[in-house]
């Protein structure tokens, strides 16, 4: 008997179990990695107060089954703000615990997320999910009795001074104190240089701060008074960000060897680092009818500007003044102008100074010869002449002066000519007249030969 084999299988009968073992097989490979794609997020955020006028500590446990090895790093990604700010504060961390400033007026708001990167995440960064605490003081006393326009410069990098006004509710009478911190500190201070007017503390000086810049400087400003509770004022100040230098120092404007005008200066004193300075000069423009407008250019650290001999004659009056740069804070306080402006006198006017005196000057001379000339052919016993002299300091103010000839004859083969000069208001001396030197203002008289 002869037995009939059945036809073999098609073959898309064989491609669901080929795919089904491929995704048994992925599931294995996949369970097995020894990559992690997700990370717990921290444990046991706290949030507490240490005393320290608004430095709250920040703590938190690490996630559970984490550990860090030299294939791996955790680190926690930490940000913070007062309610009612816009931006949160970023600090990145392998630590446990943080002390960060708060206005203590206002809620605090931390948020901490775990990051896990390294070989056991295929050097990928891996996220936690967020975790989140706040933390607030019990207020005290009505709003209206905080003190008002509270106000901070750090003068020179040398001493802070703040002041502030009472608070609209505020009884009279009532005694403000100002405490401070700082990390380094073992405990808060209060202020011993106290500004008052008519008895009553309404501002601070702190002096010897070196240490507390760039660092967070906790202040309180609160009252007492009788039967009355006032509510305190916290903040959270960055001394270089309140930085106000003095103004820059011998300011000097002269004209280089190209004739480029060219303005310099020193930094200003106290303990300002000079790195730390940008300036911006000021140049007035003359306009006619109208106050002079200023055109600012900044400058970062440098003390020397130069202004091209195309713009110098548009020039009249040059100003600087300083601040803290980009640098060394993220804002601060412009200096005061320097104390005195420059005045810078326009080129052509320093030409006509020069040519006026010395185009009278010829005149003058070339009027005296021809008159004595004409004195010596003449029967006149005296020629008077009036003419006008313009003084070379001065381009508004003249003098009226008369030159006075007489004529007398001597002899024959000889004439002398005295000459008398007379003149008022006037500082410059005689140049005019070959040979003379008489000063302006006073009588002298000089013998001509012929």
């Known amino acids: 008997m002869l037995h009939q084999r059945a036809p073999p299988a098609p073959a898309m009968a064989l491609q669901p179990i080929s795919l089904l073992s491929l995704v048994l097989a992925w599931g294995c490979v996949a369970s097995s990695s020894p990559w992690h794609t997700a990370v717990a997020p921290p444990l046991d955020l706290q949030i507490t107060d240490p005393g320290l006028l608004g430095s709250l500590d920040i703590e938190w446990k690490p996630p559970p089954n984490v550990q860090t090895s030299n294939e791996c790093t955790v680190k926690y990604k930490c940000e913070y703000r007062n309610t009612g700010d816009r931006e949160w504060k970023v600090i990145f961390t392998r630590k446990l615990k943080l002390r960060v400033g708060f206005d203590l007026s206002r ?3 931390v948020k901490v997320q775990t990051l896990l990167k390294g070989w056991c995440t295929n050097d990928v960064e891996v996220q936690s999910e967020w975790v989140y605490a706040t933390f607030r003081v019990p207020l005290q006393g009505k709003l209206e ?30 005694n403000y104190r100002l405490y401070y911190w700082y990390e380094g500190l073992e405990h808060a201070v209060q202020c011993d240089n106290y500004i008052q007017d008519h008895g009553i503390n309404m501002g601070c000086m702190l002096q010897n701060l070196s240490q507390a810049e760039y660092k967070d400087l906790s202040i309180c400003v609160n009252g007492s008074v009788a039967a009355t509770s006032l509510r305190p004022l916290y903040a959270t100040l960055r001394l270089h960000n309140l930085a106000k230098p003095s103004p820059p120092q011998q300011l000097v404007v002269s004209m280089s060897a190209a004739e480029e005008l060219r303005v310099t200066w020193s930094p200003p004193g106290g303990q300002t680092p000079p790195q730390c300075l940008e300036y911006e000069v000021q140049l007035a423009e003359e306009q006619r009818e109208a106050k002079a407008a200023w055109a600012s250019m900044s400058t970062q650290m440098e003390t020397v500007f130069t202004i091209s001999r195309a713009n110098q004659s548009r020039v009249s009056c040059v100003r600087v003044r300083g601040r803290t740069n980009s640098f060394c804070a993220d804002e601060g306080f412009w200096s005061e102008w320097t104390q005195e402006c420059f005045s810078v006198t326009r080129k052509e006017v320093k030409q006509l100074f020069i040519l006026i005196p010395v185009i009278l000057g010829l005149s003058s001379s070339l009027l005296i010869f021809t008159l004595i000339g004409q004195c010596k052919k003449s029967s006149s016993p005296a020629i008077s002449i009036s003419y006008i002299s313009m003084s070379s300091s001065s381009l508004t103010s003249a003098s009226l002066s008369s030159v006075q000839l007489s004529c007398c004859a001597s002899s024959a083969s000889r004439e002398e000519w005295d000459v008398e000069f007379e003149s008022s208001d006037c500082a410059t001396e005689s140049s005019w007249l070959p040979g003379s030197s008489s000063r302006l203002g006073r009588t002298r008289k000089r013998t001509i030969s012929t």
Do not use: I
Not at 153 to 164: F, I, Q
């Open 107 to 109: 809620t605090a708001e």
């Open 145 to 174: 009795t905080e003190v008002q326009n509270f106000h901070c410069v750090y003068h020179d990098w040398e001493y802070l001074r703040c002041t502030w006004q009472p608070g609209l509710l505020a009884p009279r009478g009532v």
